[in-house]
C-alpha cells in the first residue's frame, strides 16, 4: 500500500502570503506509460465534504483560483497558494490514485496567522 | 453537474449491519465513464477509501475492510450502495459517497461528492 505523508500538520499564515503544503508518497505514483502522476489535492471546509482542486499533480479543477498551484513528481508534490485569502482557510489532503488502495496524507490545517 | 445524496440509518448497533445509499443525479450509474465510490471520515479525523464500483459492476475494496463490505448498483434508480457488516465504535465516521471519471489515462480522483451522512455505532 502507498503511504501519503504531509508536512506540516498545521500551517499558519498572514493575509496575502504564500503558503506551502508538502506531501511525499512511499513510492512512486509516476506512470511511465503516460509520464502523468496520479496524484490530487483537495480542499475540505468545516461541515463540507473536500473538494477536488488539483489533479495530475499540476492541474487545476475547473473554477479554482489560479492562485492554487501544484508541482512535483515522483514521490514529492508541493500545494502552493500564492496570495492566502481568508475563504482559503481549510485543512488540505493530497491523495494518491496511483494504485488501490487508494491513500490520502493525514490533512494540513491551514489557519490566518 | 453530477450530484450525489446519501441515505440511510444515523445509529448502527455494535456488531449489526450499516447500510448506505447513494442517489445519483446529473450522471448515470451505467456510464462508463464514471467510477463510484465510498469514503469515509471519522470525527475529527482523516479519510479513508473504502472502495468502488464500476458500471459492469466490478469492484475494489480496501483490504483493511473487505472481509465485511459489500458494494451493489441499482440502475434503475440510479443508486449505488455499501453494506458493512459487524460493525463496532471504529466504523462511526461521515460516510461519503463520490464520483470518479474514468478516462483515456484509467481512473480519475473524486471530481464530485456527496455532502456525507454521520453514522455513529453505539448501543
Known amino acids: 500500500d502507498i503511504v501519503m505523508t504531509q508536512s506540516p500538520d498545521s500551517l499558519a499564515v498572514s493575509l496575502g502570503e504564500r503558503a506551502t503544503i508538502n506531501c511525499k508518497s512511499s513510492q512512486s505514483v509516476l506512470y511511465n506509460s503516460n509520464n502523468q502522476n496520479y496524484f490530487a489535492w483537495y480542499q475540505q471546509k468545516p461541515g463540507q465534504p473536500p473538494k477536488l482542486i488539483v489533479y495530475?499533480?499540476?492541474i487545476r479543477e475547473s473554477g479554482v483560483p489560479d492562485r492554487f498551484s501544484g508541482s512535483g513528481s515522483g514521490t514529492d508534490f508541493t500545494l502552493t497558494i500564492s496570495s492566502l485569502q481568508a475563504e482559503d482557510v481549510a485543512v488540505y489532503y493530497c491523495q494518491q490514485y496511483y494504485s488501490t488502495p487508494y491513500s490520502f496524507g493525514q490533512g494540513t490545517n491551514l489557519e490566518i496567522k | 453537474q453530477v450530484q450525489l445524496q446519501e441515505s440511510g440509518p444515523g445509529l448502527v448497533n455494535p456488531s449489526e449491519t450499516l447500510s448506505l445509499t447513494c442517489t445519483v443525479s446529473g450522471g448515470s450509474v451505467n456510464s462508463g465513464t464514471s467510477y463510484w465510490s465510498w469514503i469515509r471520515q471519522p470525527p475529527g479525523k482523516g479519510l479513508e477509501w473504502i472502495g468502488y464500483i464500476y458500471y459492469s459492476g466490478t469492484t475494489n475494496y480496501n483490504p483493511s475492510l473487505k472481509s465485511r463490505l459489500t458494494m451493489s448498483l441499482d440502475t434503475s434508480r440510479n443508486q449505488f450502495s455499501l453494506r458493512l457488516t459487524s460493525v463496532t465504535a471504529a466504523d462511526t465516521a461521515v460516510y461519503y459517497c463520490?464520483?470518479?471519471?474514468?478516462?483515456?489515462?484509467?481512473?480519475?480522483?473524486?471530481?464530485?461528492w456527496g455532502q456525507g451522512t454521520l453514522v455513529t455505532v453505539s448501543s
Open positions: 495530475w499533480a499540476s
Open positions: 463520490a464520483r470518479g471519471e474514468v478516462g483515456d489515462s484509467g481512473y480519475h480522483p473524486f471530481d464530485f
